[in-house]
């Protein structure tokens, strides 16, 4: 994905959100180990670089991280997010107060190998549908407090953001739908409650629903759990007249057959809550 097209963070989020993992690290004394160890003169010259290959992101967490911790401290930016990166690559350089480098280290390094390997994750998966129109979206499956953040590493993977919470969307699954008496019941009355901007997304386990479904008029139907097989005949079914999304135990093996079948979209939640941390370091420089 081209960085001209990524969302941008806002800084102030970015800095609160660091600010509370610093605080968290530091406890109540800081680190000690540096204190004990290093005088309070010592300068440093350190490197943060990929160890292993994957797609970048949490570049400015990471720059928060050490500017928070000690404004000496000069983060020059090598790599950006969105960057796929091969081992050895070389994503910032940091000099300054050697103290404050090393008492930011591990916040910078949490941020930046959790949210690059949602993004390596997003990555692998979009990289098997290219050839299809479908896209690769997130879920509410994110840690808690981190939901912006992981969300924004789900696009600098190459994939698309979901709803991001349950006030910007209306998403009728199986539950809403028990409850309110079927499926058509449940979509007039989210159509006779929802302003005319909101989304109104039905899910669906079977052909059938999708037909009861497609009469009511939503404006997407999740298609939960079905085989490749099913999809197809659900997209001739369809037949372009709402989005379709594809939800449900997809795994990397499976999604080209998933988007194959023709769906507009097709939804994870193993991106999020399941993606490997990709291995990054920070080694200091000897002179």
């Known amino acids: 994905m081209s960085r001209a097209t990524l969302p941008e963070l806002p800084r102030l989020m970015i800095d609160e959100a660091v600010k509370s993992a ?3 690290d530091w406890g109540r004394a800081g680190d000690v180990t540096s204190q004990a160890t ?7 010259c350190a490197v943060i670089a990929a160890r292993k290959p994957g797609v970048l992101a949490g570049v400015g967490c990471s720059e928060s991280a050490f500017r928070q911790t000690d404004a000496a401290l000069q983060f020059e930016i090598a790599r950006n997010d969105g960057d796929r990166l091969a081992p050895g ?3 910032a350089r940091i000099e300054g107060p050697a103290r404050g480098l090393l008492a930011a280290e591990r916040v910078a390094l949490n941020f930046l190998g959790h949210m690059s390997g949602i ?3 997003t990555s692998l998966f979009a990289d098997q549908i290219t050839h299809t129109k479908a896209d690769i979206v997130c ?3 994110t840690t808690p407090g ?3 953040f992981e969300k924004y590493a789900v696009k600098c993977g190459g994939g698309a953001n979901h709803r991001f919470g349950l006030d ?3 998403l009728i699954k199986d539950n809403h739908i028990a409850v309110a008496g079927g499926v058509t019941n449940a979509i007039k009355a989210a159509k006779a409650f929802a302003g005319h901007l909101v989304k109104i997304e039905v899910e669906v386990d079977t052909l059938e629903q999708l037909e009861e479904a ?3 008029a939503p404006d997407v139907v999740m298609l939960d759990n079905m085989p490749p097989e099913t999809l197809e005949k659900a997209v001739g079914i369809a037949n372009g007249k709402v989005l379709l999304e594809a939800s449900g135990g997809i795994e990397l093996d499976t999604v080209r057959a998933v988007a194959e079948s023709g769906v507009d979209l097709i939804s994870s939640g193993w991106i999020t809550h399941s993606a490997p941390v990709l291995d990054l370091g920070l080694d200091i420089e000897l002179s």
């Open 22 to 24: 610093l605080l968290e």
């Open 38 to 44: 290093l005088p309070s003169t010592s300068t440093a």
């Open 89 to 91: 690559d070389i994503v």
């Open 119 to 121: 993004a390596t994750a």
């Open 139 to 141: 879920t509410r499956k």
């Open 146 to 148: 981190l939901r912006a």
């Open 168 to 170: 910007d969307a209306v």
């Open 214 to 216: 497609l009469a009511a």
